[in-house]
């Protein structure tokens, strides 16, 4: 494929297990984030404050920015984003959280094998 053929478009995929040792923190975050926006319309920061004050995982989805992430990323645009927060089950011992095909086939490729 030459470079005429090639995308200029790249999907990245980030995939974050946080652990909330503070939810009123994160909370009261989000809360001033919420309030320093000035251009998020009434009724919208109404919704927004009540769905990050009633769950943390929306608190936390309103304070994580992919632009944030590349923001300061020489030679790139952030085109399009989306993300969403859950509470999740997670025990790092456990097998199902063991490093998934990707990883193992990604861990091959850098070793030469694969």
């Known amino acids: 494929m030459n470079a005429e053929e090639t995308s200029r478009f790249v999907r990245l995929r980030v995939e974050l297990v946080l652990e909330v040792q503070d939810e009123d923190e994160v909370t009261k975050a989000a809360l001033r984030r919420l309030a320093a926006d000035q251009e998020l ?3 919208e920061r109404s919704q927004a ?15 994580v ?13 952030l ?5 969403s927060s859950e509470r999740i089950d997670y025990d790092p ?7 998934d095909e990707d990883d193992e086939e990604e861990d091959e490729d850098e070793d030469g094998v694969g």
């Not at 992919?66 to 645009?77: K, S």
Request: glycine residues 6%; charged residues 30%; proline residues 9%.
């Open 49 to 63: 404050e009540g769905a990050v004050t009633e769950d943390t995982a929306e608190a936390l989805a309103y304070l």
């Open 41 to 43: 319309p009434q009724a």
């Open 65 to 77: 920015d992919p632009f944030d992430l590349v923001g300061e990323v020489p030679g790139v645009e």
């Open 93 to 99: 011992d456990s097998p199902d959280w063991e490093r």
């Open 79 to 83: 085109q399009q984003a989306s993300w």
